[in-house]
């Protein structure tokens, strides 16, 4: 076996050993992480909040505890993928609901079209106002 045929087995054997443990951690994260009470709440949905479709998220052991609504410091920086680094110990005794804003992690993708003509329309007045035309 030559030197480009075991590095290339040693990259294969990382790359795969990686895999499983992304799967062997995906699984315990999942259980760890699962809600078991009879009236829980675990629930994604989308609303619509003034024509935009926004992504919302809601998890708790209990549906009769007192919510907390979490909204990020977005836009542009969903905090979703990281919710279980800090809210599992939470939903024991709170309603945990994450808002994705507009322009925002699953919300942007909801409304990428909509998010790109808004922008331009942003660019155009902000050129508009470089070169001193007037718009009513």
Not at 24 to 41: C, F, G, M
Not at 75 to 96: C, N
Request: proline share 3%; hydrophobic share 35%; with cysteine.
């Amino acid at each position: 076996m030559n030197v480009r045929q075991a590095l290339l087995k040693g990259i294969l054997g990382l790359v795969g050993g990686a895999l499983l443990y992304r799967e062997y951690y995906r699984k315990k994260a999942l259980k760890d992480y699962e809600i078991l009470a009879n009236d829980s709440l675990d629930e994604e949905k989308v609303i619509e909040i003034n024509g935009i479709q926004q992504w919302l998220s809601i998890r708790g052991q209990h549906a009769n505890h007192p919510i907390i609504l979490f909204v990020h410091g977005g836009p542009g920086s969903p905090m979703t993928p990281m919710i279980y680094k800090y809210q599992k110990y939470l939903e024991d005794e709170y309603t945990i609901v994450n808002w994705e804003q507009r322009s925002t992690g699953r919300t942007y993708f909801l409304n990428k079209a909509k998010e790109t003509e808004i922008q331009n329309q942003l660019c155009i007045e902000q050129e508009r106002k470089k070169i001193k035309l007037f718009t009513r």
